[in-house]
């Protein structure tokens, strides 16, 4: 039942004037997924969503969706439903006019169109609220309108583009859950946009790292963060980033090449013990653990995590020690060399 | 409550008031003072050397409705509002929807429409007066290539009127795009794209969702259009003087006329109260009844 390549780009390229757009994306969305388009601004995310969309036409490349060729087909022949991250709610339409508007252009009946209204509505738990109009409803209210016309439309592939980014960040956790659960329950397929890694790891089934328009990484949010391809990944991945160390900084790994290590498989033991030795330049209380900043000639980056609220004094001289098995290990290019 | 809040209070009050005052006084030399002068005058007999002004009630305007000469004046401007107003709001909006879609050299088609508005009136006047003269005139030219035969535009009652009403839609149809234009700027780019993904043609994209957020846009351009439909004179001028035999006479040129070529002024005041009063009422209702039915943002 579950179409394996539902949603298929084949070497999709846009460029602008000239300018690097996306280059090469080659992706292969499954039925029913949850994939997330994760990166820096200017990396290329929306563009691609754009081109998925239809808003865009690639300059080069193929666009498949459930099997069809979409390449050069018009946004609404590729049946999909899009939230924007600005909502793009019509202002002088009350919430059910804005919900059921594609309905009425597609000339659905009025009983049917009632029905569906009715269950989006019941979905985003919005009933009650159909008379007013955007600007009378709080932001999250808005995003929820948002939601509601893209589950009304039936469609089974559906498009977001950082639909959270105006939300403050309480609610933000919340709708997350929201959306999680509405593509479970739904069935259908999400490609969501978003440069917020915490919303992209915790949401996707598959997460595609991009930078400067091109994908660095396509795996499960576990791949990305254990085991990141490039250096790029690994410093982008995870909070705080991933720790960069030359080789030659602890003993038997050669020149030339690069180490990761993240905070928290990095421990701190006794004077002689250890493998490196730095300095404490901060301590940070976050609560449930503390995160000491460390300085060392060789390295960027480096941290450890302390259970509970375990503050150093700056400046003190510490040992640290860490397993083989928890260091990435990445080429002179900064690709990951094989385990 | 204390001093010191008292004190802060009438700070306050002498603030607002400091501030209020460079318009109420503008405002009351040249408006409400002149309004209430007019309204005062229009009461009063014309002062001639043997009859010395006396009040005579509302005899002036009782003059006015039993002539003809009025009625024609107001069925002229009638007339003249009721094609010139949605005329060049039609074509205003139809411009600005094309000069804001993605076409080439935007830029000259905007700046071309706006022309007509950047130009004096009377220099647009003297333009359309060679335009129209009989004989030696562009329309004249154009028709005797075809073989037609001259028109006097100006000179016959048939076609005076709307002679002027050509030049006045030619004029406000690029002002009003402007502000068109500018409301368009505001609407967001997305809600296309949210229009285009649910399969929203062109048309039902225009109708549903871009005319009504342009309301409060048409409604103000409406009450100016309306405005300037009585404030019409300069073209009068050059053009007609208002005639042949008032063919063409509009309201402002006859209280001109009446007031300082005839030197009627308790007539001209008559009229004058007669103008502000209407346009006072068609204004509250444009205001009060559309303003409910439009959407601001």
């Given at each position: 039942m579950t179409n394996s390549q539902f949603v298929v780009l084949k070497d999709v390229a846009k460029r602008w004037n000239g300018q690097l757009g996306v280059e090469d994306i080659s992706l292969e969305i499954p039925e029913g997924s949850f994939t997330a388009l994760l990166g820096p601004s200017g990396c290329g995310k929306s563009t691609t969503l754009r081109l998925l969309a239809g808003l865009e036409l690639p300059d080069e490349g193929q666009i498949l969706i459930d099997g069809k060729d979409v390449t050069t087909s018009a946004a609404s022949d590729r049946n999909l439903s899009m939230v924007?991250?600005?909502?793009?709610?019509?202002?002088?339409?009350?919430?059910?006019?804005?919900?059921?508007?594609?309905?009425?252009?597609?000339?659905?009946?009025?009983?049917?169109?009632?029905?569906?209204?009715?269950?989006?509505?019941?979905?985003?738990?919005?009933?009650?609220?159909?008379?007013?109009?955007?600007?009378?409803?709080?932001?999250?209210q808005r995003q929820r309108v948002a939601l509601a016309r893209a589950i009304v439309a039936g469609q089974r592939l559906c498009l977001m583009d950082e639909p959270l980014s105006n939300l403050d960040a309480k609610l933000r956790n919340s709708v997350r859950k929201d959306i999680k659960k509405l593509q479970r329950d739904l069935g259908i397929t999400v490609i969501y946009v978003t440069h917020d890694q915490t919303e992209a790891?915790?949401?996707?089934?598959?997460?595609?790292?991009?930078?400067?328009?091109?994908?660095?990484?396509?795996?499960?949010?576990?791949?990305?963060?254990?085991?990141?391809?490039?250096?790029?990944?690994?410093?982008?991945?995870?909070?705080?980033?991933?720790?960069?160390?030359?080789?030659?900084?602890?003993?038997?790994f050669g020149e030339?090449?690069?180490?990761?290590?993240?905070?928290?498989?990095?421990?701190?033991?006794?004077?002689?013990?250890?493998?490196?030795?730095?300095?404490?330049?901060?301590?940070?209380?976050?609560?449930?653990?503390?995160?000491?900043?460390?300085?060392?000639?060789?390295?960027?980056?480096?941290?450890?995590?302390?259970?509970?609220?375990?503050?150093?004094?700056?400046?003190?001289?510490?040992?640290?020690?860490?397993?083989?098995?928890?260091?990435?290990?990445?080429?002179?290019?900064?690709?990951r060399l094989p385990d | 409550m204390s001093a010191h809040a008292n004190l802060e209070r009438r700070r306050q009050a002498i603030y607002g008031w400091l501030l209020l005052s460079p318009a109420m006084v503008l405002l009351t030399v040249f408006a409400f003072y002149p309004s209430i002068a007019t309204l005062w005058s229009s009461l009063f007999s014309r002062h001639t050397r043997r009859n010395p002004t006396e009040f005579v009630g509302t005899e002036n305007y009782a003059d006015l409705f039993a002539d003809p000469t009025f009625w024609l004046v107001v069925k002229n401007n009638l007339l003249y509002a009721g094609i010139t107003i949605p005329v060049s709001i039609f074509i205003a909006l139809s411009m600005a929807l094309?000069?804001?879609?993605?076409?080439?050299?935007?830029?000259?088609?905007?700046?071309?429409?706006?022309?007509?508005?950047?130009?004096?009136?009377?220099?647009?006047?003297?333009?359309?007066?060679?335009?129209?003269?009989?004989?030696?005139?562009?329309?004249?030219?154009?028709?005797s290539l075809f073989g037609l035969p001259s028109v006097n535009w100006l000179g016959q009652p048939e076609t005076a009127l709307w002679a002027i009403i050509i030049?006045?839609?030619?004029?406000?149809?690029?002002?009003?795009?402007?502000?068109?234009?500018?409301?368009?700027?505001?609407?967001?780019?997305?809600?296309?794209?949210?229009?285009?993904?649910?399969?929203?043609?062109?048309?039902?994209?225009?109708?549903?969702?871009?005319?009504?957020?342009?309301?409060?846009?048409?409604?103000?351009?409406?009450v100016n259009a309306m405005i300037n439909s009585v404030k019409l004179i300069d073209h009068l001028f050059i053009l007609t003087k208002g005639g042949p035999s008032d063919a063409s006479k509009l309201i402002l040129y006859y209280i001109w006329e009446m007031a300082f070529a005839f030197f009627d002024a308790p007539h001209a005041a008559a009229i004058t109260v007669l103008v502000i009063a209407v346009l006072g009422v068609v204004a509250a209702v444009q205001f009060l009844y559309l303003d409910k039915r439009t959407h601001y943002q």
């Open positions: 924007f991250q600005s909502y793009a709610l019509f202002p002088h339409l009350s919430v059910t006019e804005n919900v059921v508007f594609g309905l009425k252009v597609r000339r659905v009946p009025k009983a049917e169109r009632q029905e569906k209204l009715h269950r989006a509505l019941e979905i985003t738990g919005l009933l009650g609220y159909e008379n007013r109009k955007p600007g009378e409803l709080s932001g999250g790891m915790s949401m996707a089934d598959t997460v595609v790292l991009m930078k400067d328009g091109h994908i660095q990484q396509v795996g499960t949010p576990e791949d990305l963060y254990s085991r990141p391809n490039n250096i790029f990944v690994a410093e982008f991945v995870g909070a705080p980033p991933m720790a960069l160390l030359q080789s030659t900084a602890p003993d038997g030339g090449k690069t180490i990761g290590i993240r905070a928290e498989n990095i421990q701190i033991v006794p004077k002689g013990e250890g493998r490196m030795c730095c300095t404490v330049n901060e301590s940070e209380f976050l609560g449930a653990e503390t995160l000491i900043g460390l300085d060392h000639a060789d390295a960027t980056g480096l941290c450890v995590l302390k259970p509970g609220m375990a503050t150093m004094a700056e400046g003190t001289e510490i040992e640290i020690n860490f397993h083989d098995d928890n260091l990435h290990i990445f080429d002179g290019a900064g690709q | 094309w000069a804001n879609s993605k076409i080439s050299a935007r830029g000259f088609v905007r700046t071309a429409y706006f022309t007509p508005t950047v130009l004096p009136m009377i220099a647009a006047a003297n333009l359309w007066l060679f335009f129209y003269t009989p004989g030696l005139g562009v329309l004249d030219q154009i028709g030049v006045t839609i030619w004029k406000e149809a690029g002002f009003f795009m402007i502000f068109y234009l500018a409301a368009l700027q505001t609407i967001p780019e997305d809600l296309k794209e949210a229009a285009d993904i649910e399969g929203t043609s062109r048309w039902t994209y225009t109708r549903r969702i871009v005319l009504p957020l342009l309301m409060p846009t048409t409604l103000f351009i409406a």
